[in-house]
């Protein structure tokens, strides 16, 4: 947006600094034809008038010696027909077409004396005449060979000045367009900022208040809409909070009731519907853990945007650690549940140097156990790696099986709250899954990436970009001082 009003701004400042020096330098070009062309006349008419006084006298000798002079202080040519008689003078030859034009036209008692305006490169030669006479007869005709040399080289000096002015002036307009364009903008720009930074994390700083008034404004009224919006979505993730958590007491006591409900159970039909109803409860706690889960999964994730964002007083980002011993543990951890669903787990090799990934430890445990599970739930009897390595800027925590996997569309639709696929509608589950592994990685500077693996399957990769070296650096030492 930036680059477009700028554009446009530069565009208009130099179509004005166009016209300006047009205007200037066309005026010019006229003075100083108008200066030549009067001086030109003047010393056109003294001559003719020399020449009348030779036509009355018949004595053309002082004619050719004010001529000759003219010629040589000027170096202009002249050429003077008196009656039969024709005078040059400057090397001017009255053979010359335009003279012989000139010469014609005086004898009709017609005058030339204009010139036309000077141009930068010139125009070639330039002429004027005049008849001179009795009022009834025209006695002979002067043609002046105007050299304008002098007068295009002030009128070079002029464009060369004009033009330095102009690229000055223009310089001056660009700066100038240039600080109204962000003056403007800038505003919109850190407006435009804060919707995304309110988009993303529910939250947002108070924009400063500068730019056109209506602009001030603006920012005003949207800060403080966006603290309503933000004090809103933060009521209300607590009160999910709050309710999960005070719905596990009542919960609790349902479970016990209906353990002890089943010590009264006779028929076998009453002890079927008890154990639907457990069944039932289960569900319930396990949606509440899942709410639970993801509130606190939100919450950081808020607190990593804003840190991203460079807000104060939010927590400093988690020190690097490896991720493979962490990913080692989890796959420890889900053995059990994958012996019992017919899955392998197989663990790839740590790559080698280590890499390091800025991530909380235990939020890196419960991303990739909620990723083996889902792999181990939805892919029964499936081979199930996992694997950490460096992939050109950024380092790869990847979880993939041979499964029957997910289309695009349900992989577009995987991280979804309460998102599951119709095929696996008969497995038990809450459809948060994903979401909150999408948040912890988002958390802590990285992002969950769902993609097809060949023949088939799902892959699952959290992707982290790589610390700086300052932090890898300080990470290195810290575990040789623990070691």
């Given at each position: 947006?930036?680059?477009?009003?700028?554009?446009?701004?530069?565009?208009?400042?130099?179509?004005?600094?166009?016209?300006?020096?047009?205007?200037?330098?066309?005026?010019?070009?006229?003075?100083?034809?108008?200066?030549?062309?009067?001086?030109?006349?003047?010393?056109?008419?003294?001559?003719?008038?020399?020449?009348?006084?030779?036509?009355?006298?018949?004595?053309?000798?002082?004619?050719?010696?004010?001529?000759?002079?003219?010629?040589?202080?000027?170096?202009?040519?002249?050429?003077?027909?008196?009656?039969?008689?024709?005078?040059?003078?400057?090397?001017?030859?009255?053979?010359?077409?335009?003279?012989?034009?000139?010469?014609?036209?005086?004898?009709?008692?017609?005058?030339?004396?204009?010139?036309?305006?000077?141009?930068?490169?010139?125009?070639?030669?330039?002429?004027?005449?005049?008849?001179?006479?009795?009022?009834?007869?025209?006695?002979?005709?002067?043609?002046?060979?105007?050299?304008?040399?002098?007068?295009?080289?002030?009128?070079?000096?002029?464009?060369?000045?004009v033009g330095l002015a102009a690229l000055a002036l223009a310089a001056v307009?660009?700066?100038?367009?240039?600080?109204?364009?962000?003056?403007?903008?800038?505003?919109?720009?850190?407006?435009?900022?804060?919707?995304?930074?309110?988009?993303?994390?529910?939250?947002?700083?108070?924009?400063?208040?500068?730019?056109?008034?209506?602009?001030?404004?603006?920012?005003?009224?949207?800060?403080?809409?966006?603290?309503?919006?933000?004090?809103?979505?933060?009521?209300?993730?607590?009160?999910?909070?709050?309710?999960?958590?005070?719905?596990?007491?009542?919960?609790?006591?349902?479970?016990?009731?209906?353990?002890?409900?089943?010590?009264?159970?006779?028929?076998?039909?009453?002890?079927?519907?008890?154990?639907?109803?457990?069944?039932?409860?289960?569900?319930?706690?396990?949606?509440?853990?899942?709410?639970?889960?993801?509130?606190?999964?939100?919450?950081?994730?808020?607190?990593?945007?804003?840190?991203?964002?460079?807000?104060?007083?939010?927590?400093?980002?988690?020190?690097?650690?490896?991720?493979?011993?962490?990913?080692?543990?989890?796959?420890?951890?889900?053995?059990?549940?994958?012996?019992?669903?017919?899955?392998?787990?197989?663990?790839?090799?740590?790559?080698?140097?280590?890499?390091?990934?800025?991530?909380?430890?235990?939020?890196?445990?419960?991303?990739?156990?909620?990723?083996?599970n889902n792999a181990i739930k939805y892919a029964p009897g499936a081979t199930?790696?996992?694997?950490?390595?460096?992939?050109?800027?950024?380092?790869?925590?990847?979880?993939?099986?041979?499964?029957?996997?997910?289309?695009?569309?349900?992989?577009?639709?995987?991280?979804?709250?309460?998102?599951?696929?119709?095929?696996?509608?008969?497995?038990?589950?809450?459809?948060?899954?994903?979401?909150?592994?999408?948040?912890?990685?988002?958390?802590?500077?990285?992002?969950?990436?769902?993609?097809?693996?060949?023949?088939?399957?799902?892959?699952?990769?959290?992707?982290?970009?790589?610390?700086?070296?300052?932090?890898?650096?300080?990470?290195?030492?810290?575990?040789?001082?623990?070691?």
């Amino acid at each position: 947006m930036r680059l477009r009003v700028l554009g446009v701004l530069s565009v208009l400042c130099l179509v004005v600094v166009f016209l300006i020096s047009g205007t200037i330098l066309t005026s010019a070009s006229r003075e100083l034809t108008q200066e030549l062309q009067i001086n030109r006349a003047a010393s056109l008419n003294r001559l003719a008038q020399v020449a009348f006084d030779a036509a009355g006298d018949g004595d053309t000798v002082r004619l050719q010696r004010e001529m000759d002079t003219y010629s040589g202080l000027y170096g202009e040519g002249i050429v003077v027909r008196v009656q039969e008689d024709t005078l040059e003078s400057g090397g001017l030859s009255a053979s010359r077409a335009d003279v012989q034009n000139a010469l014609s036209l005086a004898r009709l008692n017609v005058s030339g004396t204009s010139l036309e305006p000077l141009e930068f490169f010139g125009s070639g030669p330039r002429v004027i005449f005049r008849p001179f006479g009795s009022a009834s007869q025209v006695l002979g005709a002067v043609v002046l060979d105007v050299h304008a040399d002098t007068a295009q080289q002030k009128l070079r000096e002029r464009w060369l000045g004009v033009g330095l002015a102009a690229l000055a002036l223009a310089a001056v307009l660009l700066v100038g367009a240039a600080r109204v364009t962000g003056w403007v903008l800038r505003p919109v720009l850190r407006l435009d900022s804060a919707v995304r930074e309110l988009e993303r994390t529910g939250r947002m700083e108070r924009l400063p208040e500068d730019g056109p008034p209506e602009l001030r404004e603006l920012g005003r009224s949207f800060t403080a809409m966006a603290r309503t919006v933000s004090a809103s979505m933060a009521a209300q993730r607590q009160l999910i909070a709050d309710t999960s958590h005070q719905l596990r007491n009542p919960v609790g006591a349902l479970r016990l009731r209906l353990d002890l409900l089943q010590l009264e159970l006779k028929t076998a039909r009453e002890h079927d519907a008890a154990e639907r109803a457990m069944a039932e409860l289960d569900r319930v706690e396990e949606i509440l853990d899942g709410v639970l889960k993801l509130a606190a999964a939100e919450h950081r994730a808020s607190e990593g945007y804003l840190r991203a964002a460079g807000s104060p007083g939010e927590a400093s980002p988690a020190e690097p650690v490896d991720p493979f011993p962490i990913l080692q543990g989890e796959i420890e951890r889900a053995a059990p549940l994958a012996e019992q669903a017919g899955c392998k787990l197989v663990l790839s090799g740590p790559p080698q140097p280590p890499v390091l990934v800025a991530c909380h430890p235990a939020e890196l445990a419960q991303m990739a156990g909620e990723l083996l599970n889902n792999a181990i739930k939805y892919a029964p009897g499936a081979t199930v790696t996992a694997a950490v390595r460096l992939e050109q800027d950024v380092v790869v925590v990847e979880i993939y099986d041979d499964g029957p996997g997910l289309s695009a569309a349900e992989r577009t639709s995987a991280a979804t709250r309460f998102w599951r696929s119709p095929r696996h509608a008969a497995v038990p589950g809450t459809g948060l899954g994903m979401t909150i592994v999408g948040e912890l990685a988002a958390a802590n500077g990285g992002r969950l990436v769902l993609a097809e693996t060949a023949p088939h399957g799902l892959s699952a990769r959290i992707e982290f970009p790589v610390p700086p070296a300052g932090q890898m650096a300080s990470e290195s030492s810290g575990g040789g001082a623990r070691a």
